[in-house]
């Protein structure tokens, strides 16, 4: 008899927890609390984009290319000829 009383006092809080969490969840307070945290996010974030400072783009013309020498005494290595001769 006890332990069919304490299973249904398991079950009675376990309904009420999860009853008590979903009536706050979909309450009205709780819906203006979280509307109103996502504005003030959204103005904390504008205004900060206000204050960011823009860099001058200073990446033109920065790559050099290089002629390939024709260089006859110059070996030429390839990765998989390295691998495949271990000498």
Do not use: A, G, H, P
């Not at 006890?2 to 969840?25: A, D, G, R």
């Not at 307070?29 to 200073?58: A, C, G, T, V």
């Not at 033109?60 to 990765?79: A, G, H, P, Q, R």
């Amino acid at each position: 008899m006890i332990k069919e009383l304490k299973y249904l006092f398991f079950i009675i809080t376990i309904f009420l927890f999860f009853f008590l969490t979903l009536k706050y969840y979909f309450s009205d307070d709780n819906k203006k609390n979280s509307y109103r945290s996502f504005k003030q996010n959204d103005e904390k974030i504008i205004n900060y984009s206000k204050k960011l400072i823009i860099l001058k783009n200073d990446t033109s013309n920065i790559i050099e290319y290089v002629k390939k020498t024709n260089d006859k005494n110059k070996k030429s290595y390839n990765f998989w000829n390295l691998i495949n001769n271990n000498e």
